[in-house]
């Protein structure tokens, strides 16, 4: 039997895995509800990591870099029972809920031109700044996950999510018509940066199996953009970035929810190996990307969480069957998991069948 580690090179690599793989990402406010239903906790009443309670064959272990211009810089600008606003180290105010978890409101944002970028931003993020990154608990988490041999991965967002927290959709939008100089420079500086910060990460810790860039390229309806921008003034970088990586050996998965089909041609020519989470709600067909692209991408994802949030059993089993078998069927790499991430409409028994059903359906 393949172990962790085995089984997800070789569904990156399309070379023979012997079992569909397994991976996802978990709502806080789920594990918190499920820590009620039974799920384990730790000695403070915690709920333990999903990566060692469910057997995930993947797991994060660094990454996550202070990206924004001022390191470490977090105001509080307004605060209720409720929420928060705090501005950030791009000069960006969001707001977030206090007691679930939610996407931040965009409130206000002070980075508004390419003058304002040069002159107040860009100065801190042309350099490596070692103070940026959590080398030691990146040693910690890469040394106790390769001890059980699963595949490890560095993670972060990178060009498109980083200008949306930056600058705000508005203007991000209106520059890439109005300026694309400064949406070019902008790349120019972060994709060198990422490779600078992520390298240190492999040159100090070590090399992980994997890359994961988060970018959500898309909403319930579509792109944000169209193809054509995104080929222009987004995806050079993208290319750039996985060629870094694959330089070194090291495959690349892209996160994107929403509606991303018509960027599938880039995502593939960029060169990633990976792609998650194929939401459906926004039209995506993990099925249908696989029979297209299984030759040239592994998909991790793509079942509908409404299947799981529904509670019906029958349903349940119902579709995972048939997800599993289509997927078989196409002969693309994939891991199983949800087409987002498990939300707190999930009961904890309910994902516990789903996963019994996958391990009865996972051998190929």
Not at 31 to 57: I, K
Not at 203 to 227: H, K, M, Q, T
Request: with cysteine; proline share 4%; glycine share 10%.
């Amino acid at each position: 039997m393949q172990t962790p580690r085995e089984v997800v090179s070789r569904i990156v690599r399309r070379d023979s895995p012997d079992r569909i793989g397994l991976y996802d990402f978990y709502w806080p406010d789920a594990l918190r509800r499920w820590a009620a239903e039974g799920y384990p906790t730790d000695e403070q009443g915690n709920p333990r990591d999903a990566t060692d309670v469910f057997g995930l064959d993947m797991c994060g272990v660094g990454g996550w870099f202070d990206a924004l211009p001022w390191r470490g810089w977090s105001e509080v600008v307004e605060e209720s029972e409720e929420w928060i606003v705090r501005r950030n180290g791009a000069g960006a105010a969001l707001k977030y809920w206090k007691h679930k978890s939610g996407t931040p409101e965009h409130i206000d944002f002070r980075m508004t031109s390419r003058e304002v970028w040069e002159r107040d931003y860009r100065p801190h993020v042309v350099k490596l700044d070692r103070e940026r990154v959590d080398l030691e608990g990146a040693r910690r988490a890469y040394a106790a996950r390769r001890e059980q041999d699963l595949w490890v991965y560095y993670g972060h967002l990178f060009l498109f999510e980083n200008m949306r927290q930056s600058m705000g959709d508005v203007c991000l939008y209106e520059s890439l018509l109005l300026d694309p100089g400064w949406i070019h420079d902008y790349g120019r500086v972060y994709t060198d940066f990422f490779k600078a910060h992520f390298q240190l990460l492999i040159d100090e810790v070590g090399a992980p199996d994997g890359i994961w860039i988060f970018e959500d390229l898309g909403y319930r309806n579509g792109l944000f953009c169209s193809p054509r921008v995104l080929e222009q003034l987004i995806f050079p970088y993208y290319r750039e970035l996985v060629d870094h990586f694959h330089a070194q050996g090291l495959p690349v998965i892209l996160h994107s929810c929403g509606g991303i089909e018509a960027a599938l041609p880039l995502i593939v020519e960029a060169g990633f190996d990976g792609l998650n989470p194929m939401e459906v709600k926004a039209g995506c067909d993990v099925v249908r990307f696989a029979r297209r692209y299984g030759d040239r991408l592994c998909f991790c994802g793509g079942l509908d969480v409404r299947i799981l949030e529904s509670g019906d059993r029958e349903h349940i089993r119902r579709e995972i069957v048939s997800l599993l078998r289509a997927m078989k069927d196409t002969g693309a790499g994939y891991l199983f998991g949800s087409d987002h991430s498990v939300t707190p409409n999930v009961s904890y028994e309910d994902y516990r069948f789903a996963l019994d059903v996958y391990r009865e359906q996972m051998i190929y």
